[in-house]
T-cell receptor, first 115, second 116 residues
Framework: AQSVTQPDIHITVSEGASLELRCNYSYGATPYLFWYVQSPGQGLQLLLKYFSGDTLVQGIKGFEAEFKRSQSSFNLRKPSVHWSDAAEYFCAVGILTGGGNKLTFGTGTQLKVEL | DAGVIQSPRHEVTEMGQEVTLRCKPISGHNSLFWYRQTMMRGLELLIYFNNNVPIDDSGMPEDRFSAKMPNASFSTLKIQPSEPRDSAVYFC??????????????FGPGTRLTVL
Protein backbone atom coordinates (compact mmCIF):
# COMPACT_ATOMS: atom_id res chain seq x y z
CA ALA A 1 0.00 0.00 0.00
CA GLN A 2 1.10 3.53 -0.64
CA SER A 3 2.31 5.77 2.18
CA VAL A 4 3.78 9.23 2.72
CA THR A 5 6.22 10.27 5.42
CA GLN A 6 6.84 13.83 6.47
CA PRO A 7 9.57 13.50 9.08
CA ASP A 8 9.39 17.05 10.41
CA ILE A 9 6.32 17.80 12.50
CA HIS A 10 7.32 21.41 13.18
CA ILE A 11 9.76 23.73 11.44
CA THR A 12 10.62 27.31 12.36
CA VAL A 13 12.41 29.62 9.96
CA SER A 14 13.13 33.33 9.92
CA GLU A 15 11.42 35.50 7.38
CA GLY A 16 13.59 35.78 4.30
CA ALA A 17 15.37 32.49 4.95
CA SER A 18 15.14 29.54 2.62
CA LEU A 19 12.87 26.61 3.33
CA GLU A 20 12.87 22.92 2.57
CA LEU A 21 10.13 20.56 3.74
CA ARG A 22 10.82 16.88 3.38
CA CYS A 23 8.53 14.26 1.95
CA ASN A 24 9.20 10.59 1.29
CA TYR A 25 6.73 8.27 -0.33
CA SER A 26 6.27 4.57 -0.77
CA TYR A 27 4.50 3.37 -3.86
CA GLY A 28 5.24 0.59 -6.29
CA ALA A 29 4.48 2.41 -9.50
CA THR A 30 5.18 5.89 -10.82
CA PRO A 31 3.61 8.19 -8.27
CA TYR A 32 1.42 11.19 -8.68
CA LEU A 33 2.70 13.61 -6.05
CA PHE A 34 1.16 16.70 -4.54
CA TRP A 35 1.88 19.39 -2.01
CA TYR A 36 -1.04 21.12 -0.28
CA VAL A 37 -1.07 23.99 2.20
CA GLN A 38 -3.61 24.54 4.97
CA SER A 39 -3.98 27.87 6.72
CA PRO A 40 -5.67 27.91 10.13
CA GLY A 41 -9.39 27.28 9.90
CA GLN A 42 -9.25 26.66 6.17
CA GLY A 43 -9.36 23.77 3.79
CA LEU A 44 -6.36 22.53 1.86
CA GLN A 45 -5.08 24.37 -1.20
CA LEU A 46 -2.93 22.82 -3.90
CA LEU A 47 0.58 24.28 -4.16
CA LEU A 48 1.95 22.06 -6.92
CA LYS A 49 1.83 18.59 -8.41
CA TYR A 50 4.05 16.15 -10.25
CA PHE A 51 2.79 13.61 -12.72
CA SER A 52 5.65 13.11 -15.16
CA GLY A 53 8.26 14.97 -17.15
CA ASP A 54 10.52 17.60 -15.64
CA THR A 55 11.35 16.53 -12.10
CA LEU A 56 11.49 20.12 -10.86
CA VAL A 57 8.00 21.54 -10.69
CA GLN A 58 6.96 25.09 -9.98
CA GLY A 59 3.91 25.97 -7.97
CA ILE A 60 2.02 28.90 -6.64
CA LYS A 61 3.34 31.41 -4.10
CA GLY A 62 6.95 30.88 -5.21
CA PHE A 63 7.16 27.24 -4.13
CA GLU A 64 8.89 24.49 -6.05
CA ALA A 65 9.45 20.79 -5.49
CA GLU A 66 11.85 18.25 -6.89
CA PHE A 67 10.98 14.62 -7.55
CA LYS A 68 13.87 12.25 -6.90
CA ARG A 69 12.94 8.70 -7.79
CA SER A 70 16.18 7.23 -6.40
CA GLN A 71 15.41 8.71 -3.00
CA SER A 72 11.62 8.32 -3.16
CA SER A 73 11.41 11.96 -2.21
CA PHE A 74 9.43 15.01 -3.23
CA ASN A 75 10.77 17.86 -1.12
CA LEU A 76 9.18 21.29 -1.14
CA ARG A 77 11.37 24.38 -1.31
CA LYS A 78 11.10 28.12 -1.26
CA PRO A 79 14.13 30.43 -1.56
CA SER A 80 12.78 33.19 0.68
CA VAL A 81 9.98 32.64 3.15
CA HIS A 82 7.36 35.29 3.89
CA TRP A 83 5.48 35.59 7.17
CA SER A 84 2.28 34.71 5.32
CA ASP A 85 3.72 31.27 4.53
CA ALA A 86 3.12 30.17 8.11
CA ALA A 87 0.72 27.25 7.76
CA GLU A 88 0.60 23.48 7.70
CA TYR A 89 1.96 21.70 4.65
CA PHE A 90 0.86 18.28 3.45
CA CYS A 91 2.51 16.00 0.97
CA ALA A 92 0.30 13.45 -0.77
CA VAL A 93 0.63 10.55 -3.18
CA GLY A 94 -2.17 9.79 -5.57
CA ILE A 95 -3.05 6.45 -7.02
CA LEU A 96 -5.36 5.39 -9.79
CA THR A 97 -7.85 2.76 -8.73
CA GLY A 98 -10.29 0.68 -10.71
CA GLY A 99 -13.07 3.17 -10.37
CA GLY A 100 -11.27 6.43 -9.81
CA ASN A 101 -8.39 7.83 -7.88
CA LYS A 102 -7.51 8.82 -4.34
CA LEU A 103 -4.83 10.60 -2.33
CA THR A 104 -2.91 9.43 0.71
CA PHE A 105 -1.65 12.32 2.80
CA GLY A 106 1.33 12.62 5.08
CA THR A 107 0.88 13.79 8.65
CA GLY A 108 1.83 17.35 7.78
CA THR A 109 4.57 19.82 8.73
CA GLN A 110 3.65 22.90 10.70
CA LEU A 111 5.67 25.90 9.54
CA LYS A 112 6.28 28.83 11.85
CA VAL A 113 7.89 31.98 10.49
CA GLU A 114 9.77 34.27 12.83
CA LEU A 115 9.83 37.94 11.97
CA ASP B 1 -17.11 29.64 -9.09
CA ALA B 2 -18.03 29.46 -5.40
CA GLY B 3 -15.78 26.49 -4.75
CA VAL B 4 -16.77 23.51 -2.66
CA ILE B 5 -19.50 24.45 -0.21
CA GLN B 6 -19.95 22.72 3.11
CA SER B 7 -22.59 23.18 5.74
CA PRO B 8 -22.79 23.68 8.56
CA ARG B 9 -19.38 25.21 9.30
CA HIS B 10 -19.69 24.35 12.96
CA GLU B 11 -21.84 21.74 14.66
CA VAL B 12 -22.11 21.05 18.37
CA THR B 13 -24.26 18.14 19.39
CA GLU B 14 -24.72 15.70 22.21
CA MET B 15 -23.68 12.10 22.23
CA GLY B 16 -26.29 9.86 20.65
CA GLN B 17 -27.70 12.49 18.32
CA GLU B 18 -27.74 12.18 14.56
CA VAL B 19 -25.44 14.50 12.66
CA THR B 20 -25.68 15.29 8.96
CA LEU B 21 -22.93 17.11 7.12
CA ARG B 22 -23.57 18.49 3.66
CA CYS B 23 -21.42 19.18 0.64
CA LYS B 24 -21.94 20.82 -2.72
CA PRO B 25 -19.03 20.06 -5.07
CA ILE B 26 -17.77 22.31 -7.81
CA SER B 27 -19.99 22.09 -10.86
CA GLY B 28 -18.58 19.74 -13.47
CA HIS B 29 -16.39 17.78 -11.08
CA ASN B 30 -17.12 14.10 -11.17
CA SER B 31 -15.29 12.89 -8.06
CA LEU B 32 -16.18 13.73 -4.47
CA PHE B 33 -14.22 12.87 -1.35
CA TRP B 34 -15.01 12.99 2.37
CA TYR B 35 -12.09 13.36 4.80
CA ARG B 36 -11.78 13.59 8.56
CA GLN B 37 -8.99 15.54 10.24
CA THR B 38 -7.93 15.11 13.86
CA MET B 39 -4.76 15.88 15.75
CA MET B 40 -4.23 12.23 16.57
CA ARG B 41 -4.90 10.65 13.17
CA GLY B 42 -4.24 13.47 10.74
CA LEU B 43 -6.19 13.61 7.49
CA GLU B 44 -8.07 10.42 6.72
CA LEU B 45 -10.05 9.58 3.60
CA LEU B 46 -13.43 8.25 4.64
CA ILE B 47 -15.14 7.60 1.32
CA TYR B 48 -15.10 8.79 -2.25
CA PHE B 49 -17.56 8.84 -5.11
CA ASN B 50 -17.04 8.82 -8.84
CA ASN B 51 -19.98 9.96 -10.95
CA ASN B 52 -22.19 9.73 -7.85
CA VAL B 53 -21.25 6.09 -7.22
CA PRO B 54 -19.37 5.14 -4.03
CA ILE B 55 -16.03 3.67 -5.09
CA ASP B 56 -14.15 3.12 -1.86
CA ASP B 57 -15.66 3.33 1.62
CA SER B 58 -12.91 1.41 3.38
CA GLY B 59 -12.06 4.47 5.44
CA MET B 60 -15.50 4.75 7.00
CA PRO B 61 -14.76 3.96 10.63
CA GLU B 62 -17.96 2.22 11.65
CA ASP B 63 -21.48 1.43 10.59
CA ARG B 64 -22.54 4.57 12.40
CA PHE B 65 -21.13 6.48 9.44
CA SER B 66 -22.91 6.60 6.11
CA ALA B 67 -22.57 8.77 3.01
CA LYS B 68 -24.75 9.38 0.02
CA MET B 69 -24.52 11.26 -3.22
CA PRO B 70 -28.01 11.41 -4.71
CA ASN B 71 -26.92 13.65 -7.57
CA ALA B 72 -23.87 15.36 -9.01
CA SER B 73 -24.33 18.50 -6.95
CA PHE B 74 -24.96 17.20 -3.45
CA SER B 75 -23.56 14.76 -0.92
CA THR B 76 -24.17 14.03 2.74
CA LEU B 77 -22.17 12.37 5.47
CA LYS B 78 -24.29 11.11 8.33
CA ILE B 79 -23.26 9.92 11.77
CA GLN B 80 -25.90 8.11 13.77
CA PRO B 81 -25.53 7.87 16.70
CA SER B 82 -22.71 10.32 17.26
CA GLU B 83 -20.02 9.78 19.90
CA PRO B 84 -17.45 12.16 21.44
CA ARG B 85 -14.64 10.43 19.54
CA ASP B 86 -16.27 11.58 16.30
CA SER B 87 -15.27 15.16 17.13
CA ALA B 88 -13.10 16.35 14.25
CA VAL B 89 -13.05 18.60 11.22
CA TYR B 90 -14.74 16.97 8.26
CA PHE B 91 -13.69 18.08 4.79
CA CYS B 92 -15.35 17.54 1.49
CA UNK B 93 -13.31 17.79 -1.70
CA UNK B 94 -14.11 17.47 -5.37
CA UNK B 95 -12.01 16.95 -8.44
CA UNK B 96 -12.49 16.90 -12.19
CA UNK B 97 -11.80 13.87 -14.28
CA UNK B 98 -8.37 14.00 -15.85
CA UNK B 99 -7.65 11.63 -18.72
CA UNK B 100 -4.90 9.25 -17.71
CA UNK B 101 -4.17 11.06 -14.50
CA UNK B 102 -5.42 12.43 -11.22
CA UNK B 103 -7.25 15.71 -11.09
CA UNK B 104 -6.53 18.32 -8.45
CA UNK B 105 -8.74 18.01 -5.40
CA UNK B 106 -10.43 21.23 -4.33
CA PHE B 107 -11.28 21.31 -0.66
CA GLY B 108 -14.17 22.92 1.10
CA PRO B 109 -13.69 24.97 4.28
CA GLY B 110 -14.65 22.03 6.49
CA THR B 111 -17.23 21.37 9.18
CA ARG B 112 -15.94 21.42 12.74
CA LEU B 113 -17.95 18.82 14.66
CA THR B 114 -17.99 18.70 18.44
CA VAL B 115 -19.84 15.87 20.14
CA LEU B 116 -20.34 16.42 23.86
Amino acid sequence: AQSVTQPDIHITVSEGASLELRCNYSYGATPYLFWYVQSPGQGLQLLLKYFSGDTLVQGIKGFEAEFKRSQSSFNLRKPSVHWSDAAEYFCAVGILTGGGNKLTFGTGTQLKVEL
Amino acid sequence: DAGVIQSPRHEVTEMGQEVTLRCKPISGHNSLFWYRQTMMRGLELLIYFNNNVPIDDSGMPEDRFSAKMPNASFSTLKIQPSEPRDSAVYFCASSPWLAGGIGEQFFGPGTRLTVL
